[in-house]
């Protein structure tokens, strides 16, 4: 605007050379130029070229001896475990005949004591006690992941505590019924759970508007009418239920035509090293935690899809008590493995209907 002097900013001005005084011409005797103070220490003293700095010194030099020594003998230990592990990796998985040893009594679960009532002892510590291997290994994702499939009317069998209680969602699963044998891991799961009734042993409730009953149930021996539910879900139960073939074969048979089973479970992996580390201290672990860790779960559910002869009732045309084999069941969908193969992810698509209303 006219009249109004303009300013010049102050960013606009370029940095001139520093301001000097101007030189005197006064007669000043000529001084010596000053030279750097020569440290003190002359350890401590910057080498010739170096740029100094406040803590300068690589992070090695700064480390003590001992820091050096435990640093020394942590790289070597990851190097020794690496190469170990990598030379593992590279020995074939578990050969068939192998598995087949451990099928003889696991599938069966025949030289197995049935751990049941540990889960009574071990009941009210269970969550706090595996709650942080669940988070390290991710198994909540993966509880999330499978549980997240059920819908309609859903079992889940050997449902201890309800650890999957978070990932039904209503109303995409219109009711849901939970079993185990155990009633202390039952009473558990009833926590997290508003009861609407208590009829008798069973608890009527909801949980986030999803109706839920729970009922103490053997997963070998199921008290429900065969076809009957949408979805069957079991998570971390093969491993300790005493007859896991047999609880997999309730599972479909409860299941509809159409439905499916969803399991989650934990055995055998893919690598001899590891299955063998699983048998050395399988009944260890079962003694504290009431499951065998070391079972073949590919060939448990193959075992238990198989179609098997059924007896069937006398209505005429078949004698009673004659065995006729059948067409299977059912089929597996999907496998996926995890964890060096020892989490087992199997969807299990029911593909008739089961004609008889008991397994055995
Ligand atoms: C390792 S816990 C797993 C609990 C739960 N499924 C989960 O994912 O956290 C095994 C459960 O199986 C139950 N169980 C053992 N044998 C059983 C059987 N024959 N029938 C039903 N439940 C059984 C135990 O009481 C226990 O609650």
Redesign the pocket.
């Known amino acids: 605007m006219a009249g109004k002097p303009t300013k010049k900013s102050s960013s606009n001005k370029r940095p001139g050379p520093p301001l000097r005084a101007p030189p005197t011409h006064a007669a000043v005797p000529s001084q010596p130029a000053p030279t750097a103070a020569k440290p003190s220490n002359p350890t401590l003293s910057t080498p010739a070229g170096a740029t100094p700095a406040a803590g300068s010194g690589s992070w090695w030099s700064r480390l003590s001896p001992r820091g050096k020594a435990a640093f020394a003998v942590g790289g070597i230990a990851v190097y020794a475990a690496g190469v170990y592990g990598f030379f593992q990796l590279q020995r074939p998985p578990t050969s068939d005949s192998e598995h087949d040893r451990h099928d003889a009594c696991a599938v069966a679960g025949s030289d197995q004591p ?3 009532a ?3 002892e071990i ?1 009210r510590d ?1 969550d706090r006690e ?1 709650a942080r291997d669940e988070w390290a290994m991710g198994m909540l994702l993966v ?1 999330r992941w499978m549980v997240g499939k059920a819908k309609g009317d859903t079992l ?9 209680l978070a990932y039904y969602r209503f109303p995409r699963v219109s009711h849901l019924t939970l ?4 009633s ?3 009473a558990e799961a009833a926590k997290h759970i508003s009861p609407t009734s208590t009829p008798s042993t069973d608890l009527v409730g909801a949980k986030d508007a999803l109706p839920i009953s729970l009922i103490e ?5 199921l008290p429900f009418a065969s076809n009957n539910f949408d979805t069957v879900v ?4 093969l ?5 896991p073939t047999l ?1 997999v074969r309730e599972a479909v048979r409860v299941t509809k035509p159409g439905g499916r089973v969803l399991l ?1 479970e934990h055995g055998r992996g893919h690598y001899n090293w590891l299955n063998r580390a699983l048998d050395r201290s399988a009944e260890k672990h079962a003694e504290k ?3 065998y860790f070391h079972r073949p779960i590919g060939q448990i559910v193959d075992a238990a899809l198989a179609p098997v002869a059924q007896v069937v009732e006398s209505d005429g045309k078949v004698a009673e008590g004659m065995a006729v084999a059948t067409e299977p069941l059912a089929k597996i969908t999907s496998v996926t493995r995890l964890h060096l193969g020892t989490t087992w992810m199997i969807e299990i698509e029911k593909v008739r209907a089961s004609a008889v209303e008991t397994v055995d």
Do not use: P, Q
């Open positions: 049935d751990r049941r540990v889960y009574d009941a269970y595996i509880r889940e069998i050997a449902a201890g505590t309800g650890r999957n079993t185990d044998t155990s202390a891991m039952l149930a053997d997963a070998t021996r079991s998570t971390m139960s491993c300790s239920v005493h007859d609880a989650v935690w009431g499951c």
